[in-house]
């Protein structure tokens, strides 16, 4: 399986280097993320720094350019996303027992889905894709072969939190209040909604009225 994992990766990597070059910035792999044990990993591909430094983007190193996702047990992988863009690293946080580190939590995944905040374009014509255009919600399924867009451009996905016991994900957005296109600060307007685990079907909108 190791001597099969590489072989895939070289494949991979002369894809990213060489295939994509020629449309666009240069990339390269990131770590990957176990997201179906049976079958699946995810492999994520960034922009190297020359991009990055560049206008086109105003943050650096905290989004993915793509996802790869490799099944394992057939020895074949595809994008995720059909044109690279700009998505949110997976996040990890801390599960603690008794004052104790037990694991590290993966928050985007649960046993259907990996949740995933994409900028997909510059709204707010600025010329880059920056913190005031919007994050859209996506929910891809663990085995990389079904992708949902769950929320679009008129509103921003702040965070969300993972209630994956209870069977939900609890979302945080912002609206834009003067329709300008750009989420700033003075855009004050948040409200949380859920999310179902099973269905992705929206709860109403919790609101402070």
């Keep these: 399986m190791n001597r099969l994992f590489a072989t895939v990766l070289l494949g991979l990597a002369i894809f990213t280097s060489d295939g994509l070059c020629q449309k666009g910035p240069a990339k390269y792999f990131g770590e990957p993320i176990l997201t179906d044990s049976a079958s699946t990993l995810f492999i994520p591909t960034r922009y190297n720094e020359e991009f990055l430094s560049s206008n086109k983007i105003a943050f650096w190193g905290g989004y993915y350019a793509n996802i790869v996702a490799y099944n394992f047990q057939t020895d074949t992988y595809r994008k995720i996303f059909d044109k690279d863009t700009f998505i949110e690293a997976v996040r990890n946080s801390n599960s603690y027992s008794y004052g104790t580190r037990t694991a590290d939590v993966l928050k985007n995944l649960t046993k259907r889905w990996i949740f995933l905040l994409v900028k997909l374009k510059d709204t707010n014509n600025s010329g880059r894709i920056d913190e005031k255009d919007p994050s859209i919600l996506f929910a891809v399924s663990t085995d990389g072969q079904t992708l949902k867009q769950l929320t679009d451009q008129t509103e921003n996905v702040i965070s969300f939190e993972n209630f994956e016991k209870q069977g939900f994900l609890l979302i945080k957005i912002q609206r834009d ?13 948040l409200y949380f909604k859920k999310i179902n685990l099973i269905d992705l079907a929206f709860g109403k909108a919790i609101e402070i009225e």
């Design 177 to 189: 209040t003067n329709n300008d296109k750009s989420f700033k600060t003075e855009d004050k307007e």
